[in-house]
């Protein structure tokens, strides 16, 4: 009997055992997994048997050659205005002006529209390894503007089993605050905001995490998304957080003017998000596209001190942000470019990127998924040696699995024309 493969998975498929399958740390081990658990470990060396099926259904797989990942975790997505780029004309620019082509175009999305293509950006993320999304859904233009809120909770009903959605309603600072009351009675998990557009961002602060108190849920703002060294809104944040019991979220998206603060600031504005247990979600491919348009020379990466950050003791995930919208024409959803993005724009190592990157399902309340006995058998397996080939390749081979069972599958062929021998090229 011929081994049974990685590659040779489908969805629907019952993981019994992983034979061989390499950690990040390097580590080769054969792991069991029964009832969506991993059951037991060993370091595996030497060759590897031809690999039956298991009495109790699950595959037997030899994994030699393949990696065990923690599943990516997307902090800070836009779901609902996925793949517009194109329908609102292909603009360009910042920050400022892709919220201005919003302003202008998002009143001619309906339901149905934004729906499509919050389940296309659902679809596109689970085949490259998301199992969990923190998705910000707009108070949409126009006379319904609590359509996109709906259709993005409809999808995280029709996506449950395969990827974790959370919604953070993220008002603006005209919403109506009733209109915010009946966000999160529709179902909303959390307040969101952007305090550094408005006028008076420390009133936006109050005003969101009051709504937040009210309904007994936590806070993910849009904060100091801007290389201005005088936004300092988490600051703010944190001290009115800061006695929120633990199970209140209070997490602080972007933070780029982290990246300009002098040394001392950076350090005392730090100590405070740890201590009130604020979390970071940096977002890299959106935040290197939208902010620096005003510095032709010598560009700011526009990126936190992401290792300052860890040091301090700061929980830090990342998120994918924009997907082919007018706040990113090239995001695609998959958290593996976002990981490459922390290495070559945030100088993290390749595996502690991918630690950002997966670190999210803890601030989800999602189990661990590190293929040791006893976490839940949730996973990505990528053909690759290494973390940091995973990244430099992209991982093109990969498969997603959930409590055991295979969610997802992505592979990559490829052809090309015969090399010539040496005595061919030099006759």
Known sequence: MLPIRPADLAPGQQIGRLRGVRLPDGTAVTLGIADGIVTDGTVTDGALTAAP????????????????????????????????????????????????????????????????????????ALRSGVTAVRTHVNYHEGPDPLRGLR????????????????????????????????????GADLVGAAPHLSEDPRAEIERAAAHAEAAGIGIDLHTDETLNAASLDLAHLARRTADWPAHMTRSAGHCVSLAVQPADTLAAVLELAASAKVSIVTNPLTNLYLQGWEHPVATPRALPPLAAILEAGV????????????????????????????????????????????????????????????????MLLVRAGSVAEALAERAPDRVVVRN??????????????????RSEVTA
Not at 157 to 173: S, T
């Open 53 to 124: 099926r298991l009495d109790d259904g699950g595959a037997d797989i030899d994994a030699d050659g393949w990696m065990l990942l923690p599943p990516a975790a997307d902090l800070h997505a836009h779901i609902d205005k996925a793949y517009t780029w194109r329908m609102f004309g292909e603009p360009e620019g910042s920050l400022e002006d892709a919220v201005a082509c919003w302003q202008q175009h998002g009143a001619t999305l309906r339901e149905e529209q934004i729906a499509a293509h919050a389940r296309r950006q659902l679809d596109a």
């Open 151 to 186: 259709a993005v909770i409809d999808a995280r009903a029709a996506y449950g089993g395969l990827v974790d959605l959370q919604v953070v309603a993220m008002h603006g600072q005209f919403t109506d605050d009733g209109l915010i009351r009946d966000a999160i009675a529709l």
């Open 404 to 421: 055991g069972m295979v969610v997802a599958t992505r592979a990559v062929s490829s052809a090309a024309l015969p090399v010539r021998e």
């Open 315 to 378: 929980d830090l995930a990342a998120g994918g942000d924009n997907v082919q919208d007018p706040f990113n024409p090239l995001g695609n959803g998959d958290m593996v470019d976002v990981a490459a993005a922390l290495v070559l724009a945030g100088h993290l190592p390749p595996r502690a990127a991918w630690q950002v990157v997966s670190s999210g399902r803890g601030l989800l309340g999602l189990p661990d998924a590190h293929g040791r006995a006893g976490d839940t058998a949730d």
